[in-house]
């Protein structure tokens, strides 16, 4: 168990380690200020947590003190969807139904921590539904005493998938991809000094929470004819690359896919052929990027910013 000193924390473990985000005390009592007072002095943001998605999280919420609240009522909610019931002995695990589908026989809580006042509650292998805010209420108080945490479960998707369409008079048209991301990424297209190329608006789909979204940029000769396609997720801090050396001889390019691990979106790729005016290119090499992969010159990595 965490000091007395410290009231809140949440550990990840993945990958047999452990990470371990800690609030205290001082963070506790003004947090709790705030629910109990319409004025008071400003209190932090939300914490938000942030763990791999197949991972176990636990959440551990307090009162703040070493009574026991066995003979009490706590319950977790995520907005408005039922996570975990205790109430004075039984639970959703032994007795009370209402539990949302999504958190049934994943939650769990610490019944020997009861005595101390730990209302904590594990979620075990997470999944990227299970993102979103959550409270830590307990209804036995007047006015309601209650803990609020944001829970970030993403998927980095696969690094920059990246295809080079037949050149044009204007240049070599460079379409990079990323699918089923979350949160939605960022795409970026760099030459090899780190400048910023002029690109198209990007386009962006959306199943499942998941985002799959391309940009494409048509790019003239450099001294290297390198170029770098960022995918960035800004919200949990994660950047991932993908270069590409770009043929010297520009004219009469043939449609060539770079290796990658993810195959563009079908519904995403159609959408982009309505809005394109190379459509006779552009599915080419959406056609050639679903079936196989030809071998280019790139190199991928990826990144926590």
Known sequence: TAPRSQLFFLFLNNDNKRYTIKVFKSLFFCCLTCCLFPVCLPCPAVHRFIVEEGSDVTLLCSLGNDDSIEKMVFDWKKTDQEVFLYA???????????????????????????????????????????????????????????????????????????????????????????????????????????????????????????YFVSLLATVTRTTTNRFRCVASQEDVHH?????????????????????????????????????????SSISKCIKAASISEVSGSNSNRSENV
């Not at 959703?92 to 209302?119: C, M, W």
């Not at 920059?160 to 990424?185: F, R, S, Y």
């Not at 690359?241 to 979106?265: A, M, N, W, Y």
């Open 239 to 279: 950047r991932t690359h993908t270069d590409i050396d770009v043929p010297g001889e520009f004219r009469g390019l043939h449609c060539q896919v770079l290796h990658s691990k993810t195959s563009p979106d079908p519904g995403h790729a159609a959408t982009r052929l309505v809005l394109s005016e190379r459509r």
């Open 88 to 210: 004075r002995g039984v639970h959703y695990n032994k007795g009370i139904t209402g539990q949302d589908e999504q958190f049934r026989g994943r939650v769990s809580h610490f019944p020997e921590e009861l005595k101390n006042g730990n209302a904590s509650i594990v979620i075990r292998n997470t999944v990227l539904a299970d993102s979103g805010n959550y409270t830590c209420i307990f209804p036995d108080f007047e006015p309601h005493r209650r803990f609020d945490v944001e829970l970030v479960v993403p998927t980095m998707g696969a690094s920059p998938h990246i295809v080079i369409l037949n050149a044009t008079e204007d240049g070599v048209p460079l379409l990079c991809e990323v699918g089923g991301a979350a949160p939605k990424p960022t795409l970026q297209w760099q030459d090899s000094d780190g400048n910023v190329c002029p690109a198209e608006e990007p386009q962006v789909s959306e199943r499942g929470g998941r």
